[in-house]
């Protein structure tokens, strides 16, 4: 089975997330593709605090109806910060004989030499980089931290970095739709109308819940 895995603070969940998801899900031929929301980023605080259980909670709701679609509390469940290399670890121990890939933006692909034990990422799970707006990723071959260069040949021909264990990183085109949480947390804090942004059942709960009442 090929599983992914979705990553994120999901501050709140919106469409191009949902997008993105579906879109490497359809690429890559996954059969699950699961939706892991930070409970503690370890790179940035968590903008306005929103509690984990609202934001698990936006992510339930929007992905309600797709039965490709998972929702994961992992992150909530273990102590500490979350990083991704523990929760890749805890899938592969989970899953021993399924496919793992591990989505991120080519902003966070681009940064993450930075990461908790990256390295050990590699040789675990395919990972999905998505193109994001403003953030190129260029010559992949080039830009993976010169720690690990050697691990990796860079496949011209299917634009796909090849790690020696055997995984691979793959390079999709960003989602058109360009839409920040930022945003969202901003038009939502002064009263405005986030529609078309996310799904309606998170703004609804948004509304109801008055998450971003107050947040920057």
């Known amino acids: 089975m090929k599983i992914g895995l979705m990553g994120g ?6 469409l191009a997330h949902l997008r993105i998801a579906e879109e490497a899900r359809e690429l890559c031929a996954l059969d699950r593709l699961v939706f892991i929301p930070a409970a503690d980023p370890p790179h940035k605080p968590l903008a306005g605090e929103v509690p984990f259980e609202q934001r698990y909670e936006m992510v339930r709701l929007a992905i309600a109806g797709n039965p490709a679609f998972e929702l994961s ?8 910060k979350s990083y991704s290399i523990d929760t890749i670890n805890s899938f592969r121990n989970d899953h021993p004989g399924d496919e793992l890939f591990f989505i991120i933006g080519s902003d966070s692909f681009l940064e993450i030499g930075l990461w908790h034990r990256f390295a050990e990422i590699f040789p675990l799970c395919n990972l ?8 190129p990723v260029g010559n ?39 839409i920040s949480s930022t945003e969202i947390r ?25 998450i971003y009442t107050e947040c920057p």
């Open 9 to 14: 603070t999901f501050n709140p969940v919106h």
């Open 73 to 80: 509390d992992i992150e909530a469940r273990r102590a500490g």
């Open 128 to 135: 999905i980089v998505i193109e994001r707006p403003g953030r």
């Open 140 to 178: 992949p071959a080039k830009v993976l931290p010169i720690a690990i260069q050697a691990q990796f040949s860079y496949n011209t021909k299917f634009n796909r970095l090849e790690h020696q264990s055997g995984q691979h990183v793959y390079f999709l085109r960003g989602c058109p739709l360009d």
């Open 186 to 210: 901003q038009l939502a804090a002064t009263g405005r109308s986030v529609t078309y942004l996310v799904p309606p059942d998170v703004e609804a709960y948004i509304k109801e819940q008055r």
